[in-house]
């Protein structure tokens, strides 16, 4: 084999290509380098602290300073104008479009007004909004609406809080959902500030400090976006997952413990009703099974520059396909919006079935009460009517119209309406019993006012309670907030 020395002797024009060679290959280890660099520095701005933030601050601005690139896109959240088939952040009254529900709901506080939700940043606005707190309302009703509730449970203890009522708690708590929420102030790494959640993993036998970095972009939003009830004299926020995440496992548990959210004002069932089991269906769902998290859909990458940074814009992902499906999926945006919507208007098609099924089903059991059916005969009754409503509420109160699960959202809603039926053919014996002409006749409910009116409520009282209370009450609450966060400022 030949030596270098004798090849460069034999071909002298082969210096020159080691020499350039050379020259290229240092010329790429240096640009390889620079990169390094600068994504390390790329790294470091996210946690060079313009201002170090302390624990437990609630104000979105003050981390803001900081992470200019996720503050501005959180405030996004403030925007209300998109609207999707089903969804998006604008105002929709649900009761105005679907008056069955306020039969539905007779006795129970959501009669009076219920709204598609909109943007993280009116949490608390929608709760002083809201004619259901005109009623009295425990503090568990603020776990989560706000970062103030991880300082005030830091300050007076976890069970402390929750029993208070909501208005003793009404000027401690201003600020929207937000950073503290998710983040700790110190590392910015995801953390989980509610109790409720890990208290259910322990239940389970698991510890959510063991969760992997891709759990947790679902954990935190798990800590609300998920079914909860109040437990107790105390009103404990718990989490019915001891059997289970399933619609059927949950509603074993409330069986079990014999808990009852409320006795229905025409049928006289012992009801339940479903918060926004989000995270229990999208578990049950492909994406969830694939390891896809919420944040993959609803918090995707964006580029500002060279910079790559989470978009804190939560909302639906059908107002930015191209930055939440188009990662994993090459179909064009239409052909993922109507797979979508092709999966909503199945599930919409059998909920509109539910809701009718359940309007008619309370109405008629009133009816058998009026004939003067006994409590031996209704007890079955009143059973498939609890049941048969959880398990709507359990998909109707979900986000996203069974998208994040088609197939068990529709699965839950074909029970719902086999059980609703099934009471009905109880009911049609009792009537026959009792001489009541048959099919039973109906009031009028073809709207929300109607429908107000069958359940007896009187809405011009209730709203002149809640001025009272924009005029007389909250004023004062914000007031008292805005001192308490000056003396935060104080050296
Ligand atoms: C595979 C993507 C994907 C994943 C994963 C996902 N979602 Fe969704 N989500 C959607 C789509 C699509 C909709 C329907 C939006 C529409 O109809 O406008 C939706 C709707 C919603 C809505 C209602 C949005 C609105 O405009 O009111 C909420 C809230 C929500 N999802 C929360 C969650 C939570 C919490 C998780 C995790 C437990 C999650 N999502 C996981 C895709 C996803
Ligand atoms: C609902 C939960 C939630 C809230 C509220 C939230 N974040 Fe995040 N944030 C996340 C998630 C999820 C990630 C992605 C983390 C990951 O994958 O490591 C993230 C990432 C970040 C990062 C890391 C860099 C990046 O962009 O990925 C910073 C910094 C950050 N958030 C700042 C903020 C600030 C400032 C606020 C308040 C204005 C805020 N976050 C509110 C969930 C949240
Ligand atoms: C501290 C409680 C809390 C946490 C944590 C939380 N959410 Fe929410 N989220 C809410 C509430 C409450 C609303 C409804 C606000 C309203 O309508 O005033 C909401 C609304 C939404 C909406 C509807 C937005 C719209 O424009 O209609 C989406 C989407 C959403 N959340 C997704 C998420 C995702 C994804 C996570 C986790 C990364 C998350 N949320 C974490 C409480 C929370
Ligand atoms: C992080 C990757 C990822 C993201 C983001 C994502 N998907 Fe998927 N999607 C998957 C995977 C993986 C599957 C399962 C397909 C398989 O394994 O064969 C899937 C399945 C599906 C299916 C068929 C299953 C079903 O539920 O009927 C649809 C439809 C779908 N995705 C739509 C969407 C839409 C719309 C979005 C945006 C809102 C989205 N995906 C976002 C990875 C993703």
Request: hydrophobic share 35%; aromatic share 12%; proline share 4%.
């Amino acid at each position: 084999m030949a030596t270098i020395k004798e090849l460069s002797e034999k071909k002298p024009w082969l210096n020159w290509v080691l020499f350039f060679g050379t020259v290229v290959i240092v010329f790429l280890i240096g640009l390889f380098a620079a990169s390094i660099v600068e994504r390390r520095s790329e790294a470091q701005l996210y946690f060079q602290m313009v201002k170090p933030i302390p624990d437990w601050e609630p104000r979105h601005e003050v981390w803001g300073q900081n992470f200019p690139r996720q503050y501005e896109s959180y405030m996004m959240t403030r925007d209300t104008t998109f609207e999707s088939r089903y969804y998006g952040s604008v105002m929709i009254d649900y009761l105005e479009k679907y008056p069955e529900l306020v039969i539905m709901w007779a006795g129970y506080a959501f009669a009076r007004d219920y709204n598609q939700g909109r943007g993280h940043y009116y949490s608390v606005t929608d709760v002083h909004n809201t004619l259901r707190t005109v009623q009295p309302q425990p503090a568990t009703c603020w776990t989560c609406k706000s970062t103030d509730v991880p300082r005030v449970m830091n300050e007076i203890g976890v069970r402390e809080f929750y029993s208070h009522s909501w208005a003793e708690m009404g000027s401690e708590i201003v600020n929207s959902i937000g950073c503290q929420d998710c983040h700790d102030p110190q590392t910015m790494n995801l953390r989980i500030t509610r109790p409720a959640l890990a208290e259910a993993f322990e239940r389970q036998g698991r510890n959510i400090e063991d969760a992997t970095h891709q759990e947790m972009r679902s954990l935190v939003c798990a800590q609300c976006h998920v079914e909860y009830y109040f437990r107790g004299e105390d009103n404990y926020l718990t989490f019915p997952w001891d059997r289970g995440f399933s619609a059927d496992d949950m509603e074993a548990y409330f069986d079990y413990h014999e808990f009852t959210d409320w006795v229905h004002g025409l049928s006289r069932a012992p009801m339940l009703k479903a918060q926004h089991p989000d995270y229990e269906l999208y578990k049950t769902g492909v994406h969830a099974e694939r390891g896809v998290s919420c944040a993959d859909c609803h918090m995707p990458y964006q580029r500002d520059g060279g910079l790559k940074f989470t978009n804190h814009h939560l909302q639906s992902p059908l107002n930015n396909i191209a930055g939440s499906c188009q990662v994993c999926h090459r179909e064009s945006e239409e052909t993922l919006r109507q797979n979508v919507y092709d999966r909503q208007a199945r599930i919409s098609e059998l909920r509109r079935i539910t809701e009718k099924n359940l309007a008619r089903v309370h109405l008629e059991a009133k009816a058998a009460w009026d004939a003067g059916a006994t409590e031996d005969e209704m007890q079955e009754v009143l059973q498939l009517i609890r049941h048969a409503q959880w398990r709507w509420d359990w998909v109707a109160a979900a986000n996203s119209m069974g998208f994040h699960s088609p197939n068990e959202a529709l699965r839950v809603l074909g029970t719902s309406i086999q059980k609703s039926q099934e009471a009905r053919v109880h009911l049609a014996r009792v009537f026959s019993r009792y001489d009541v002409p048959q099919p039973v006749q109906l009031p009028d409910f073809s709207t929300k006012e109607k429908a107000q009116e069958v359940v007896g409520l009187d809405m011009a009282e209730i709203r002149a309670q809640k001025a009272d209370f924009k005029q007389n009450i909250l004023p004062g609450w914000l007031e008292e907030a805005r001192k308490r966060e000056a003396a935060y400022d104080q050296p």
